[in-house]
């Protein structure tokens, strides 16, 4: 009997002394997380407008990076209100996750379905970082926000990335590595990208290791003269298919481009390790004046002829139009030269509502005019800094 009421007081004691412990952790979290609030009341947020314009993934990609190069923390409301299936989806939380585990920052709101995020930004946690999306979630628009916000901020970066690198609505892996990264070049932003392997829609896998230098200064851009396209280069690729989809594509994007007396300098076919079939096709030009691109991904039951045809002719009507970038490029360059020393003038081919969202979003952080001048075909973009 004396056992079992020792045995009963030691249980009590056992007893007490857990409750004691739980009390003071439930003490310790409540000061956290009020500590945590105050913290947050206090943080000034600039808020965007994620509807407008086109209101599709790059407003958000474009304020993300823009709050890491100033130092702002930005809430981003409303994301893809005016789409079918409205807010983030799964390509955009994993983009996102991307920017979150690069920077030591805090993201709030990353979910599927969500309609708001709040980011404060914060430096780069590594000078190397490896991550795998898990998904194939494009790997270069991760890159468009990730390649200028480490520049920008003077820092140094090797990102090794797993996801598709050549995946629907986004630029292909080719087109990154050859006219993009020429292009923020001649701005100042110098980064280096290789495909170890490549990643297609569903499965993804591809892998891509990029490193990243410091950018002391942004240099503005004048490339307002329309340029001589002496010759143009093809670069065609296919994965777990038979190696004639990848020499189909580029034939007919040939033939589009010797139909409009251009003419063809070096052509690259190359059948590629994957997880998942898929291909692309990149038709480009670029000089000290000018960096022009025009790429597409295959896809399932479209023949290799029109995936090759629809870039071909894409790019001749950049040439005729007497741009010097193209519109992916005006896109992601124009907003960022908001941030250079001195005016820019750019000949695009049109004024997109991709280019539109981005000024909105530069003018925001930034004191920024923007003018457009119609001439010919094209338009001249002019963007005077702060």
């Given amino acids: 009997m004396k056992r079992l009421e020792a045995a009963d007081k030691q249980t009590d004691s056992h007893s007490l002394s857990f409750s004691a412990a739980s009390r003071g952790l439930f003490k310790k979290i409540l000061r956290i997380a009020l500590s945590r609030r105050f913290s947050e009341s206090r943080v000034e947020f600039l808020a965007v407008d994620g509807s407008y314009g086109e209101g599709g993934g790059q407003i958000l990609r474009t304020a993300l990076a823009f709050s890491i190069i100033t130092g702002r923390p930005v809430r981003v409301s409303k994301i893809r209100a005016g789409r079918e299936v409205p807010g983030l989806r799964r390509q955009h939380v994993s983009s996102l996750r991307v920017l979150g585990a690069v920077f030591d920052s805090r993201l709030d709101g990353v979910a599927e379905g969500s309609s708001e995020v709040s980011f404060v930004p914060g430096p780069p946690r590594a000078d190397s970082i490896t991550l795998d999306m898990k998904t194939a979630a494009s790997i270069t628009l991760v890159l468009q926000a990730v390649v200028p916000a480490v520049a920008l901020t003077h820092s140094r970066l090797t990102l090794d990335l797993v996801g598709g690198t050549d995946v629907p609505w ?6 990154f590595d050859t006219i993009v990264r020429r292009a923020y070049g001649a701005v100042g932003i110098k980064f280096s990208a290789r495909a170890v392997r490549r990643g297609y829609y569903p499965r993804g896998g591809g892998r891509a290791i990029v490193e990243v230098e410091p950018c002391e200064a942004l240099r503005p851009l004048q490339l307002a003269e329309s340029p001589l396209v002496e010759a143009v280069n093809l670069t065609s690729r296919c994965a777990m298919l038979p190696r004639h989809v990848a020499e189909r ?3 007919s994007a040939a ?21 998942s079939p898929g291909s692309s096709v990149l038709v480009s030009s670029s000089g000290g004046s000018f960096f022009l691109g025009s790429d597409e991904a295959g896809r399932q039951g479209r023949p290799s002829e029109e995936v090759g045809r629809s870039a071909a002719q894409r790019f001749t009507s950049l040439v005729q139009s007497g741009a010097c970038v193209d519109d992916n490029l005006a896109d992601m360059l124009a907003p960022l030269l908001s941030l250079a020393s001195d005016a820019s003038a750019l000949r695009v081919a049109r004024v997109s509502r991709h280019m539109d969202a981005g000024f909105y979003i530069a003018k925001l952080f930034s004191t920024c005019e923007y003018d457009v001048r119609e001439e010919g075909q094209g338009a001249v973009v002019v963007v005077r800094p702060e």
């Fill in 170 to 175: 986004s630029p292909t892996f080719d087109y």
């Fill in 255 to 275: 033939a589009v481009l010797k139909e409009k007396g251009l003419r063809i300098g070096h052509s690259v076919i190359a059948d590629e390790q994957a997880d």
């Fill in 249 to 251: 594509q580029l034939n």
